[in-house]
């Protein structure tokens, strides 16, 4: 079991570190396609540059880590009690060694159990087969586009598309809608897992089983290829983009899957995965625990860094007539107005992360810093301590922002605080206290986790440890951090422009394709 658990903890770190080719392939297809100078090309160049870091540094692609899930199949008479405690321990070691962050919360009180581990954490499902060899496959699947996973009941009534029958041009509406409702919230541009059948947690399952498919696979069933390829095809043309900014490409892979349902249900579940898509597989020997072969290795591999060489782009902007301001904090209210929604800005100085743990406790208490004129980053980093007891940054990405629509607005204003930062965009109570108060949202690139924990230059402090690494306040010292202006104090929200086109252009699919 022991070299069982060393293969356990080699395929973790891979899985978090490293792209697998197909995933790569579809991402460097979506930025050949991208226009030089667009917001999008500019996130792909980013998310490039990340890839091609966290392949350089072995470090985790994206800071979540997400819900860390083994789906296992296994000879007869393999123990699988001794197998799950050797997944655990690779885990926890994982996470001790900067690889995965602390990620597992204790639902009720939301204490964080340090270690990844927890009631029902890792996911672990076990099958049995009539092969000599145990296949292990993992995902790491993060939150934020794990709550953009969406389940139809049919018959229903879609926004955009009118009525979803319980045919295949109603699975067809559904499975649009869904890349539609994600918007860029999911870091899109996704792959989509989607399950036709089964029961409301069956469909689920199935639905993610589709991600484990390969991203240039061709479903064997005729009716499910043809419209995954109309999904392909169809669903580029909504026009949301990488991270919602607009653009070409809003969907890097579709897979459907199909099961038996009972009469009196249909159900279609829409699994949605971000471009950080981390899914691996391996074979192991069941007698001596070692990796007999890496799964998903087919094909042309793509370099980032030659990629990037080649097109003379830089793992950072390249955003052509874009307006681009420096800020750095404490900045005035003059400054914040001038911003427009579209200008690019890069940040020197202080930012302070803040989650939803501590937004909710800023709402009744006080802040442990002035926030007078400073920048709020939403993002729970992946820390590590050294020996000498100072904090490193292994990986800080922005996390999903309307979790903190409830509070956000009045924060703001309670604390001076002039700019938030994180991915998705926020809603519009917050838009209207942009507004009134002279404050901004920036749309940092989500899942470049490796670019902007290189942006940060120094961890100065820390405040409300207690609430765990992901939830509690850091003080950081940054240098060039780029974002785009998403949101201004105009009342213009790109978030909005975005889902208000892309709404109308997903009327054009409401007639029926698929008899
Ligand atoms: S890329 Fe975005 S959605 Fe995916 S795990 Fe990272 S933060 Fe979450």
Known sequence: M??????????????????????????????????????????????????KMADENVSPICQDTGLPTFKIKVPVGVNQIKMKEAIRNAIAQ???????????????????????????????????????????????KGGGCEN???????????????????DLDGIRKCILHAVYQAQGQGCSAGFIGVGIGGDRSSGYDLAKEQLFRSVDDVNPNEELRQLEEYIMENANKLGIGTMGFGGETTLLGCKIGVMHRIPASFFVSVAYNCWAFRRLGVKVDPTTGDIIEWLYQEGEDVDFAKELEKTEEKASVN????????LEAPITEEQIRQLKVGDVVRINGMIYTGRDAIHKHLMDHDS????????????????????????????????TSIREEPYQGEIMKKFGIRAVIGKGGMGAKTLAALKEHGGVYLNAIGGAAQYYADCIKSVEGVDFLEFGIPEAMWHLRVENFTAVVTMDSHGNSLHEDVEKSSLEKLAQFKEPVFK
């Open 319 to 326: 955003i052509g007539e874009t307006r681009e301001f420096v």
């Open 94 to 140: 994982a996470t001790k060694d900067g690889k995965l962050r602390p990620n597992s919360v204790d639902s009720l009180t939301g204490e964080n159990s340090g270690d990844n581990l927890g009631d029902g954490v890792p996911v672990i499902k076990f099958e049995q087969w009539e092969n000599d060899y145990i296949d292990v496959r993992l995902i790491l």
């Open 148 to 166: 953009k996973n969406i389940q139809y009941s049919l018959p229903c009534e879609l926004e955009g598309l009118g009525r979803a029958g319980r």
């Open 2 to 51: 022991e070299k069982f658990q060393e293969s356990m903890y080699k395929l973790i770190v891979e899985t978090s570190t490293k792209l697998p080719k197909d995933v790569r392939r579809a991402i460097a297809r979506a930025k050949a396609k991208e226009n030089a100078g667009t917001r999008a090309a500019m996130a792909l160049t980013t998310i490039a540059g990340n890839i």
């Open 368 to 399: 442990p810093v002035d926030l007078n004129g400073q920048i709020i980053y939403h993002c729970g980093p992946v820390m590590l301590k050294d020996e000498d007891g100072k904090w490193h940054v292994k990986a800080a990405g922005p996390t």
